[in-house]
């Protein structure tokens, strides 16, 4: 078996040679050399280390990011701002931070999950402490359900006993096998520790199309009714998504004992996005492929969106889903009109 060698031989490799009051010199500096290499303040600049105990979120970073990457969704803006700077700024949470997130498929679920994700843990999915799940990838088969909650607890318990403020996404939520997901509940709870982990400074998102039906006819019954869309609170949906969703066997939070328990802090409604909004997407695209913003190209871009319903056209049915494949339609004029700007 080959031996090992001394970190000081492999630092100072004339050690062996040096006179006494030399080597002790020599060991003295080394020493202080592996201690400045092995402190958290410079090894966490090269590899990716987990929080600090008590680290705190930057509130006015996660606004800009939220404000300036998140369009027409006030309501899931200001739920969200406030429960993870409360959470963070809590130095003894009682239990983990359970955030669910529902509407229809474009209109930022997943955007701000990864904000979230990035405000956390700069690498943002990138993370080893960031954990993304897909319902139709990771728990595919029906007939596997005790193998899945088998395996996600395991997972979970060792990322977390790893990296006390992991963060958890859970996409498709509407796609996932019943059941499944309540093999987390045990990490939810008002524990101060489970076989000997604490879960509470941990982060778990759901993500999920269940009770877009039901956010959007809340919408298109304030603007049926003459109010604006931004006279929408928390209060109006809320109630709404956490029966509707524990009630959908189409869901995999149907009749789950997350729900039952109360362990989701906050239902998250996201509205479906009127066309100003589809607008701010396009801009914001353009901006990101470095293109000038051509206003032309913005307002076609939004007029091929689809829209409900189908006579006024209030609602786009994608959000801003499909725009980035829009927008590609447009690539060689969008380009064109930036190099003769540029």
């Keep these: 078996m080959a031996r090992s060698v001394p970190l000081l031989w492999v630092l ?12 002790g010199l020599a060991i003295g500096v080394a020493s202080a050399l592996t201690g400045y290499l092995s402190h958290p303040r410079f090894y966490c600049n090269y590899v990716e280390c987990c929080p600090r105990a008590g680290q705190r979120l930057n509130a006015s970073a996660l606004k800009a990011q939220l404000d300036n990457r998140l369009f027409g969704q006030h309501l899931a803006k200001d739920v969200v701002l406030k429960a993870v700077l409360g959470f963070s700024n809590n130095p003894s949470p009682k239990k983990p931070l359970m955030l669910s997130l529902h509407g229809w498929a474009g209109t930022g679920k997943n955007f701000l999950s990864q904000i979230l994700a990035e405000q956390v843990h700069p690498a943002g999915l990138r993370s ?18 005790k193998l899945y909650k088998e395996q996600l607890q395991n997972w979970i318990r060792g990322n977390v006993s790893a990296c006390p403020s992991s963060v958890f996404i859970f996409d498709e939520m509407d796609k996932m096998h019943p059941g499944v997901i309540d093999a987390i509940k045990p990490f939810l709870d008002y524990y101060e520790e489970v076989d000997g982990v604490s879960y509470r400074k941990a982060i778990f998102i759901f993500l999920s199309n269940a009770g877009g ?17 931004e006279d929408i609170q928390l209060k109006d949906l809320e109630p709404l998504l956490s029966v509707g ?7 995999g939070l149907w009749r789950s004992s997350i729900i039952d328990r109360n362990l989701i802090d906050y239902f998250v409604p996201f509205l479906p996005l009127e066309q100003r909004h589809v607008k701010m997407c396009v801009r914001a695209e353009m901006a990101a492929r470095g293109y ?4 032309r190209i913005v307002q076609e871009v939004a ?8 006579e006024q056209r209030i609602y786009s049915d994608k959000g801003c889903k499909t725009v980035q494949a829009k927008l590609d339609i447009h690539e060689d004029v969008v380009m064109r009109d930036t190099n003769a700007r540029g």
Excluded at 292 to 295: K, T
Excluded at 303 to 310: A, L, V
């Design 12 to 23: 100072l490799p004339g050690l062996a040679a040096l006179e006494p009051l030399s080597v």
């Design 303 to 310: 007029d091929e969106m689809t829209y409900f319903p189908k």
């Design 213 to 229: 039906d039901l956010i959007n006819k809340a919408a298109l019954d304030f603007w049926a009714n003459g109010k604006r869309r």
């Design 292 to 295: 000038a913003v051509d206003e």
């Design 128 to 145: 080893k402490f960031v954990h993304l799940f897909l319902a139709t990838l990771h728990f595919p088969h029906h007939d596997q359900i």
């Design 245 to 251: 969703v524990f009630n959908n066997k189409n869901s």
